[in-house]
């Protein structure tokens, strides 16, 4: 069995598994709230539904990446926490108590969530020790997330609500065959010690060096900036007479400039270094949400839907290459999750629930909220780039 599947590309293996996953997040994403919404929960139980997902994600991805940092096969993590996602929406099927479903959507949120620092890190050293570009892999993963999310809302008009969750069970039962043939990833031996090897400190002083706080915070600033986006867009721009299709094409519009970018990544910016990237995904985040905030037609609305591609692909990236160059790998997964648990947890959720007050009171030009966080986060690359500059 091995021996067959030492035949398959690395590429292609990463590749598989992300397609698989995202296949399934296509559907959870947007439209758990639509399956909460047919067991009849409330729209403030629904909120809490979400919620729970997004502080499950919190918890779970530090400690299961601080899982996959000490599990003798890196392969082994990223399947536990599939599986776990599995069983977990599994138990969604029978129920009915609003209580137990909240319980429910932010364990499995947790498991589901939690898994992307996890094969993020992994793919990312994988594609650094066996040259191989780590963008397309990932690129196909946003691929499926568009089918996905296309054909799940496809089916929830033919069939109903209960479509969304088992679109997403079936996701992650394909996500679980496929972390079954990624490479192992067994950890390389310790051969010195951490007083020998500056660069094998604690892991709290690993977090504290090289720059890692400006870039943790860079990351969070500027993904959490797109908080009114996810929130309110298609709210925003449907209040201006987009038609809904429209608003579907936008939305697909990004998600397609961010596969393109994540395709040509190795070839476009390979030069790139990644603090350079950080410095453009925040600049490209201050034009997207100043722009968007004056309400343009919907003519210019896609041209700045191709700013996603650097907003969120140059600042993912960028981030992702910056940690895999600094945090020695015992940490990798770790680092990859504490910057999840911030950008697309803390910050993200902060951002969003101040972005229904700024909408509430000035609309579409709630976008201008966004700039923010952006702009803050402009300040701390600038910075971390004079101290790249100037460290040698």
């Not at 946003?142 to 609500?161: D, E, K, R």
């Not at 394909?174 to 400190?201: C, D, K, M, Q, Y």
């Not at 959720?349 to 923010?372: C, H, N, P």
């Given at each position: ?116 620092p996890v094969i993020d890190s992994f793919a990312v050293r994988e594609a650094s020790r066996r ?84 870039a943790f915070a860079i990351s969070a600033l500027v993904q959490g900036a797109h908080g009114f ?101 015992r940490y990798g997964a770790t680092t990859q999750a504490l910057n999840s648990a911030l950008s ?49």
């Open positions: 069995m091995s021996l067959r599947l030492s035949r398959i590309p690395r590429k292609t293996r990463f590749a598989l598994f992300y397609g698989a996953f995202y296949l399934g997040f296509g559907a959870y994403l947007p439209y758990m709230p639509v399956w909460f919404e047919g067991r009849g929960l409330s729209p403030e139980m629904i909120g809490l539904a979400t919620g729970a997902a997004m502080a499950g994600r919190v918890i779970a991805a530090p400690l299961g990446a601080a899982f996959a940092d000490q599990a003798p096969r890196r392969r082994d993590a990223v399947a536990a926490f599939v599986l776990a996602a599995v069983l977990l929406f599994l138990a969604h099927i029978p129920a009915s108590n609003p209580w137990l479903i909240v319980a429910l959507a932010g364990l499995a949120g947790g498991a589901l969530t939690g898994v992307i040259r191989f570009a780590f963008g397309p892999p990932r690129a196909f993963g946003s691929a499926t997330f568009i089918f996905g999310n296309i054909t799940c809302g496809a089916l929830i008009s033919w069939l109903g609500n209960e479509a969304a969750l088992y679109w997403t069970l079936s996701g992650a039962g394909l996500a679980v065959l496929a972390a079954l043939i990624l490479p192992e990833g067994r950890r390389a031996a310790v051969t010195a010690s951490p007083a020998s090897n500056p660069g094998e400190g604690s892991l709290l002083k690993v977090l504290k060096s090289n720059g890692l706080p400006l986006y996810y929130a309110f867009s298609a709210v925003a721009w449907t209040a201006q007479g987009i038609p809904a299709f429209a608003v579907g094409c936008l939305w697909a519009t990004g998600v397609l400039a961010e596969i393109v970018f994540l395709w040509q990544s190795e070839r476009w910016f390979k030069s790139i270094s990644p603090t350079v990237m950080l410095v453009l995904g925040a600049c490209a985040s201050v034009l997207r949400w100043g722009f968007l905030a004056l309400a343009p037609p919907l003519a210019l609305l896609f041209p700045l839907q191709l700013l996603h591609a650097f907003s969120f692909g140059a600042t993912y990236l960028g981030f992702l290459r910056f940690a895999a160059d600094r945090a020695p790998e697309g947890g803390l910050v993200l959720a902060a951002a969003t629930y101040a972005s229904g007050f700024a909408y509430a009171e000035i609309g579409t030009a709630g976008f201008a909220f966004m700039t923010l966080p952006a702009g803050i986060g402009i300040l701390c690359a600038m910075l971390l780039s004079r101290r790249q500059k100037i460290t040698p």
